[in-house]
């Protein structure tokens, strides 16, 4: 069958299943709306947990940016996958015991405050939508691909698919479509990454394959990845780093305390019916993800090494052995279609260079062999996944089920965070603080509302992203981890944590880690405002901005403890509170008020 | 047998899986990933497998481990829920 036939039926099957589901499992109360009720087992909520972690940034965008940063990109694998340890031992249990709905309730009450907990939603809103940015940027490259439309109209027809999928469900909708999502995208990510690595290894396991020999048996298939690179001059791949190793380590760590802070995750642990379970899902989630996450990095290598040899077909420096652009493959075609692919023939030969034209020494070389410039002037990292089995010639349904998946990723996170925002809005600060009598079908009224507004507002800085999809929700977890994430840990561990402590901590913590964003990227992330240029010289210490939440969050971890110790200590019944949700026994299910 | 000797214990528990964690990612995968590349595993180095795989692969026993101690513990000290 043809290929837009094929992907049409894979995207319209799996469209029609989650949408039945959401109906079937509509959500009538505001229970269910924000938690799902409490029958929920651990490893289907673990399931959905995956899913709902696992967004565009993990499937479409995270192994292009392995492909082309090698080593480098470690820090998205560590960074979002040792999140759930401190999740689990840190957060979990004892968010769960707390029994509530919602994370700014909870810092509300642990900290006796509304002021604590109108901080804390504005902290969880900037951090939510700045996530469904990065997820916008995805389905718009997944739609545009798919509709063989440019990429503003894809984001357009994402929005709309957004609209409809999210603001019905609720999350009881949410979590068993969720499930269904995670098999689509697992099945759809596992697939070609097998597939490939038959192709390239002999070894039908992607995470043996990396470590094997080429199918020929004579050199290791990483190896011949660094050779294949640094012969056109690009950084060699196992040993290339982000920045630099400081760089590498903020980077990890911001994107771990990020996970654990980010509130759509959060929201998970309490729908679980016991605080036994809480930590068992934190276990499951982990055990779903990492069937992606360690595929990935074959995903990844493998991906560069075959898009590095379908361009130099021969020994670098002959003619002959680069490919020419009329006999460019229909891949390459497809995505040039969608602007995200760019070829320019600087030097007029009708052929396509691919290398590195920064590096001085190459570039010389590369003059001496009338190359005059990198003539791919534009390798969007975003489509290396959807790219990946059209540049590896695999079957027509693979190519289709790619698609589904990297759509399922993007909508199961992005209805998940949508939720996040549309609680927030409506049940903290609606209900909780400027009009506690509101009924339960306005309160879900507004949450609609505000999920509509939130998705106008990401579909708008979608348009220009800050970043690749994953670099763009990298800022999302440094202004999780500087503000959410040291509340959350300093009121469970530390009793004498007041009120004014934790609001100035959250306060400063997501202000430094915006403004160092900000200067950097742009105000809002309006292209042409940044007012220092986003280039490692002007880098504190060499910090990237995607990785400076880890100091946004020190700095609240000290603010918060030192003003306290000089303000009012901390009420005894809220003192009994922290004990009361340090032990399991005695949690109830989630209650409301 | 009291809740703040639970609390304590607790304590030291995450305070070792957390010197764990830190080890696999921080320590092997990054601070000693050049010293450690020097041993290889099968194509790549041990750093390079630590922060692409071998991380991800102990994040997970962590947290089982976790989970099944604290149950222990739960029920050591009475503070379990299904009394």
Redesign the interface.
Known sequence: MELTTLTYLFVGTTFALYIGIAIWARASTTSEFYVAGKGIHPVANGMATAADWMSAASFISMAGL?AFNG?GA?VF??GW??G???L???LA?YLRKFGKFTVPEFIGERYYSRTARIVAVICLILASITYVIGQMKGIGVAFSRFLETDYDTGLYIGMGIVFIYSVLGGMKGITYTQIAQYCVLIFAYTVPAVFISLNITGNPIP??G????MADGNT????KLNLVVSELGFNEY??QVMGS?LN??AY??TLMIGTAGLPHVIIRFFTVP???DA??T??WA??FI?IL??TA?AVGSMARLNLMNTIQTGPVGEVTANIEYEKRPQWFKNWESTGLLKFEDKNGDGRIQYYNDKNKDFAAKAESFGWKGNEMVKVDRDIMVLANPEIANLPNWVIALVVAGGLAAALSTAAGLLLAIASSISHDLLKGIFRPDISEREELMAGRIAMAGAIAMAGYFGLHPPDFAAGTVAIAFGLAASSIFPALMMGIFNKKVNRTGAVAGMITGISITMLYVFQHKGIMFIPGTSFLGDMSPNWFFGISPNAFGCVGALANFAVAIGVSKMTAPVPDHIQHLV?DI??????GAASDH | MNRSDYWKENLRLVAILLAIWFAVSFLFGIILVDTLNVIRVGGVGLGFWFAQQGSIYTFLVLIFVYTKKMNALDRKYDVHEDK
């Open positions: 392995i080593y470690s694998l560590m996958t040792g759930y340890v401190l689990a031992l840190l249990p995470q043996l990396i470590l094997s020999t290791y298939m990483m190896d196992t040993t190793k590498m380590f990890t760590l016991k605080v036994k930590r068992a934190a276990g982990l055990v990492a996450y360690t990095p004990e340090r032990v399991p026994a005695g949690a």
